[in-house]
């Protein structure tokens, strides 16, 4: 009885902090470790500077060049807050040009984590050229000063482009559109909505980059590196 009484309260015991130890961990809430990291370093949630601006993040599901999910937790698109601010305008704007459509983010800010991660998967690959290297301090995505992005209708189908956000091929190239729908290879819906997103971007303060019409800069990387800092 007495050996009895000593085996129930130890298991009593052991029960109780079993269950405290439970509780602890379902009253601590799970931050995205990723994005408390940006935030703490200064960067901002675009949703919370413009809730209707969409954010589907490529790198967070498979579908993208990789063919394998990069961001673990990230889900949401952090920004340096003046480019935040500068996205917002372009919104504005194209929501004065066309109030049908909006905006939809595809990538912007990433932690130097994930761009060692990105540069592991590519480095070796034909893909390694649309990747920076994070020895060479990264690009400006690093830095929360470049978005990937497109447009979309309000329920967030996105519009023709021509050819899909992350095609490497020169079929992206914005300097080559005209000869691209000359020679039928790109529609003129395509053509035209291309030059929409880059009218709004660049009326923002946006800079296109020739070989990806999804992709804008805010700064320049010289820019970047004399007074930015790069995300840790
Ligand atoms: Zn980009």
Partial sequence: MAQNGITDSRFTQRHTSVTKSKNTATTQKQPNPTARKMAAQGFVDIAKVDPTIKVSL??????????RILYDD?????LHPLAAEALKKAQARLKQLRP?????VYDAAR?????QKMWDEVKNTGHSFYVSNPKNG?????YGLAVDLTLCRLNGDTIPMGVKVDNMTRLSHIDREDELLKQ???????????????EVMRWAGWKPLRTEWWHF?????EQARKYFKVIR
């Fill in 74 to 78: 990230l889900r949401e698109a952090y």
């Fill in 111 to 115: 932690p130097m984590s994930i761009q």
């Fill in 217 to 221: 800069n805010l700064r320049t990387r």
């Fill in 138 to 142: 990264g690009g400006l995505h690093n």
């Fill in 58 to 67: 490529m790198y967070a599901r498979a579908d993208n060049f990789t063919g």
């Fill in 100 to 104: 049908d459509l909006s905006l939809k």
């Fill in 184 to 198: 039928g290879k790109l529609s003129r819906e395509a053509y035209d909505n291309r030059r929409l997103l880059r």
